[in-house]
C-alpha cells in the first residue's frame, strides 16, 4: 500500500493503482472515490456519510466499517477475486449520470410541476 498524500494531480496514481482505498471518518461527497471511478478503479470505501451516494455495495464499489480488520478483509477481497476487481474496475459511473437524455427529461419534468421526488 502506498499512501500518496495530497497531490495537484491525482490521476497518474489512479492509473498505475490496481484499486483505490478511501479510508475515512468524515465525508460529504468524496471526490477520491469519483476520480478513482472515472478511470476505471475499484474502490475499497470505508462506511461514512454519502458513500451509499456514490458507491452501491459488491456492485459498483466495496464498503467496509472503518476499522482495521474489515478495511485489510475488503481489500483482502479485492485484490484476490480478480473477477470481482474486475467488474467493480468496469463498474464505472452509475449510467443516470451519464445519461444527458434522462438528466434533460428530468428537468422538464420539474419545470412542468411533475415533480413527485418528495411524495
Not at 478511470?39 to 466499517?65: F, K, M, W
Not at 449510467?95 to 411524495?119: F, I, N
Request: proline share 4%.
Amino acid at each position: 500500500m502506498i499512501l500518496m498524500g495530497r497531490m495537484a494531480n491525482p490521476f497518474p496514481a489512479y492509473m498505475n493503482a490496481d484499486i483505490v482505498a478511501m479510508l475515512s471518518q468524515y465525508e460529504g461527497l468524496c471526490g477520491v472515490v469519483n476520480e478513482a471511478k472515472v478511470v476505471g478503479r475499484p474502490v475499497v470505501a470505508t462506511r461514512v456519510s454519502g458513500i451509499e451516494e456514490q458507491l452501491v455495495d459488491h456492485r459498483t464499489g466495496l464498503i467496509v466499517a472503518n476499522d482495521e480488520d474489515a478495511i485489510v478483509e475488503g481489500m483482502r477481497l479485492i485484490l484476490s477475486d480478480r473477477s470481482l476487481r474486475e467488474a467493480l474496475a468496469n463498474s464505472h459511473l452509475p449510467p443516470a449520470l451519464c445519461d444527458d437524455a434522462a438528466k434533460v427529461q428530468r428537468l422538464e419534468e420539474m419545470l412542468a410541476g411533475k415533480d413527485d421526488t418528495c411524495e
